[in-house]
Every structure is written in structure tokens, then in C-alpha cells.
């Protein structure tokens, strides 16, 4: 029996999306697709340089959330107060909520389901695997 494997972020649905509609929406609609990517890769970027804070308890997620956008913003010369962070991060959330399967995997879920193969999702990310 085959097993198709679909590693869920970005191989499900495209990440950038959400977060390219947040932006245009609460910062800038004349963002370029590459600073768009770049704005992006920071705001990633700064997310896991206090993720093990926030892990640890000494930062909230909402404090990692506007942590993470107002100092990719910075790095573009944007400075956002707290509440435009926070305001970001309301309207991120409820764009999340809006994602859609790639096309491409709508077209291929019928070729799965008629032809009986399993289907497994990964959910481990980037995460690094020591031992």
C-alpha cells in the first residue's frame, strides 16, 4: 500500500499568504512579493530568537507575537507602537483562519482517495532531533 506524507506547513497551504494579507491590510499594500518574503523570513527569524523565552514562560505568546513583527518591521525602516503590533497579530489570527489548500493538492486528493493509499501529516516543522 503507498503512503502519501504531507508535511502540513507549506506543503498543505501556503504560509505567506496570511501573513501578506496582514501586511497590506495593517502596514503597507505596496510591499514587493520579495520584500514581502524578506519581511517575512525576519518576523520568522525574530520568532525563533525568543521562542525558547517563551517556552520557558518568561515571554507570553502575544509578547513573542508583537516582539517578532515590530522588530522585522524595524529592520524596514516601519516602526510599530504595541498596539499596531498587537492589532497585527489580532488580524493575523483571523486571517489564519481563511487558508486554503494549494490547488494543485485539490486536483490530486481524488487520485488519493480513489486509489486507497494512506495519508500521513507531519507536524514537526524545523524541529531539530539530537541524540
Known amino acids: ?14 504560509q505567506l499568504q496570511p501573513f501578506k494579507n ?6 503597507d499594500s ?14 520568522r527569524h525574530y520568532s525563533d530568537e525568543v521562542f525558547e523565552k517563551h517556552m520557558s514562560g518568561e515571554m507570553t505568546a502575544l509578547e513573542l507575537q508583537t516582539y517578532r513583527i515590530t522588530k522585522a518591521c524595524n529592520d524596514f525602516g516601519i516602526a510599530l507602537t504595541e498596539e499596531d503590533a498587537i492589532q497585527f497579530q489580532h488580524t493575523y489570527l483571523q486571517e489564519l483562519k481563511q487558508i486554503t489548500l494549494f490547488s494543485s493538492l485539490t486536483e490530486v486528493l481524488p487520485t488519493i482517495v480513489n486509489n486507497n493509499w494512506q495519508v500521513a501529516f507531519s507536524l514537526m516543522g524545523n524541529m531539530t532531533i539530537s541524540g
Open 22 to 27: 496582514t501586511v497590506h491590510q495593517q502596514i
Open 30 to 43: 505596496s510591499f514587493s512579493d520579495d520584500d514581502m518574503i524578506r519581511l517575512y523570513k525576519a518576523c
Open 1 to 14: 500500500m503507498k503512503t502519501i506524507i504531507f508535511d502540513v506547513d507549506d506543503t498543505l497551504y501556503d
